[in-house]
């Protein structure tokens, strides 16, 4: 809602792209990393972005937003919506935060046809285990392939993985791709080696059922919206790896404002080591700070759970939504 009134102001000035790591400003969030803005913005000379801030100042002429959030996870965004300060000199329609939105898995399927990865985590200690994978769409190289696998192996914790083919084409990740073949992707003797402790999935994993699952103690996710909501309905703490569309900012809100995970340093870069691999892991964990993130992603399970509940806030702003709908007519 911002950036149209951000464009205006500084009309001449250097697009997201070119400003690096500097420090961007806007009301009711953090500051970002100019390079963490959306790709669809980062271009101000290119028409993509010009269509999407002809958009985004569209927004202000509805008769109301919904969101998919709740006000305990963004209380500060949504307070700077309601407070107008997001479209100076113009009034900002009502927000409806109805969320956290997320689509059943497999909870009604027969006992018979539950994924065999959640039998798996049914042998696994309490929040033991940590799930990798990156959304419907998201993969990465083969040498990242090998260097996540040797982070995991030298880590020592249990770890359920999805894996999917690398893209021919990075820019063209969005097209299908076949099965990915593990004994070519991974380092030898991997699968062996953590047979013990470890599963790898190709393509698909019931995301939602997994995160619920007693034995998950961390995300090592993408960022997309759906991911982080469904990470904080369940309680899991993420390792945040950005790579497309508006995933860098969540990532920013993930870590900086919700703090519900940490950053996997490299996702900017060619790779991210297996080092860092290692690294992360074990600090969400095992240490302290993990222990803190678990702590706050329990209250963030919890509030997730009294919003949609009767009379709970996201009740209560569907129902107003209702009404005004009404009234509308």
């Not at 953090?30 to 927004?59: E, Q």
């Not at 065999?116 to 990798?132: K, M």
């Not at 880590?155 to 063209?172: A, M, Q």
């Not at 299908?176 to 003797?189: F, S, T």
């Amino acid at each position: 809602l911002y950036l149209p009134h951000y464009f205006a102001t500084t009309e001449g000035g250097p697009s997201f792209k070119d400003m690096g790591k500097a420090l961007l400003h806007f009301p009711g969030v953090p500051p970002i990393p100019a390079s963490d803005m959306p790709h669809t913005v980062l271009d101000r000379t290119n028409r993509t972005c010009a269509s999407r801030i002809v958009h985004y100042g569209r927004i202000p002429k509805a008769r109301g937003v919904l969101i998919n959030t709740y006000e305990w996870l963004e209380a500060r965004v949504v307070r700077a919506l309601r407070d107008g300060v997001c479209v100076p000199g113009r009034p900002t329609p009502p927000v409806y935060p109805i969320g956290p939105l997320i689509v059943k898995g497999e909870e009604a399927a027969e006992e018979g046809e539950r994924h065999v990865c959640l039998s798996w985590l049914d042998a696994q200690p309490e929040r033991s285990v940590v799930f990798l994978c990156f959304g419907s769409l998201g993969a990465v190289s083969a040498a990242q392939i090998k260097e996540i696998a040797r982070g995991l192996e030298s880590s020592g914790h249990r770890f359920l993985w999805v894996v999917r083919s690398p893209p021919e084409d990075p820019t063209k990740f969005f097209l299908a791709r076949p099965e990915p073949d593990l004994d070519l992707l991974l380092p030898e003797g991997f699968l062996e080696r953590t047979s013990d402790r470890g599963m790898v999935v190709k393509m698909w994993a019931p995301q939602v059922e997994v995160l619920r699952h007693a034995a998950t103690g961390a995300f090592l996710s993408h960022c997309g919206w759906n991911s982080v909501l469904e990470a904080a309905s369940a309680g899991v703490p993420m390792l945040c790896w950005p790579m497309y569309a508006e995933q860098r900012l969540n990532k920013v809100f993930v870590v900086d404002e919700i703090k519900a995970g940490v950053v996997m340093d490299g996702y900017d870069e060619e790779l991210v080591r297996a080092e860092e691999v290692e690294k992360k892991v074990r600090l969400v964990m095992e240490s302290e700070e993990g222990e803190k993130l678990r702590e706050r992603l329990a209250m963030a399970k919890e509030k997730a759970a009294e919003a949609l509940a009767d009379g709970g806030p996201s009740s209560l702003a569907f129902e107003e939504f209702l009404k005004d709908l009404k009234l509308a007519k």
